[in-house]
């Protein structure tokens, strides 16, 4: 008998489909051709090296799953906004550098809020994914009704930057997820990670009202009225170790093999 499907954490319906950790379209960006005869090396701070020789490997997955519906046709805009952004800022001449104001009209000259939306609403569905996939203490209703209903999480922001290098290159992949401790049965009022590719990073948040954090200046949101990106420096960021922040248990880093 084949085992039930688990539900779509957006919509209920049987989840089969897993999101990629770092979208597929990046990864092809940054590497080509992935096969067993021109492998990636996943790598971790705690495990040794792994070989990766398709890009649809599992491995390169969420474990958090959604049904086919919503990781292609309802989210789909959210992938082609933010796949178009990350090419636009990672071959951007010259390149980029912390302080720079980017303009992301000159990416998006029609209806540039409603594109910038929808890359805030591609990595509330990659935070959903973390949050479904590995049990974080974060109530994921509001991640699933921003996506049900093409509104952004009140409580996600989003700061671009310069990413991380990894054995002198750079680094494409996920960091760690730190966030507050929760109370029992409760949720954390503060959780980080970096998303990471080829030299771009993106520090995405949630924060409660009222949370104060260094991270947030200079983070951007949908409701902030403004399309101009303030470009950080985090090409040191994720060997900060904040403490009450502790570690979640879920997350790689991705780099090809030297």
Known sequence: MNPIPPPCWICGKPAITGEHITKRSDLRSVFGTVAQGHPLYQHRMTAANRRVGSL?????????????????TRT????????????????????????????????????????????????????????SGNNIPLDITRFSDAITYGKAHPNVYLRFGCGMTFAGKPMTGMSDMWLTPAPPGG??????????????????????????????????????GTTRLTIADFRFASRKRRSPIKPSPAVSLKHRCP
């Not at 599992?58 to 919503?70: D, E, F, R, T, Y």
């Not at 000259?109 to 973390?130: D, I, N, Q, R, S």
């Open 56 to 72: 649809d490997a599992k491995v390169l997955k969420s474990p958090g799953l959604l049904c086919a519906n919503c990781n292609n």
């Open 76 to 131: 789909q805009p959210h992938d082609r906004a933010w796949e178009k952004l990350s090419l636009a800022l990672r071959t951007r001449k010259p390149a980029l550098a912390p302080g720079d104001v980017v303009r992301t009209n000159r990416i998006f000259p029609f209806g540039t809020a409603g594109e910038m939306l929808k890359v805030h609403l591609y990595f509330v569905k990659l935070f959903g994914c973390h949050i």
């Open 187 to 224: 949720s954390s009022s503060f959780a980080t990670w970096f998303y990471y590719v080829d030299g771009l990073g993106i520090n995405v948040m949630f924060a409660t009202d009222g949370e104060r954090r260094d991270g947030l200046i200079g983070a951007w949101h949908p409701r902030h």
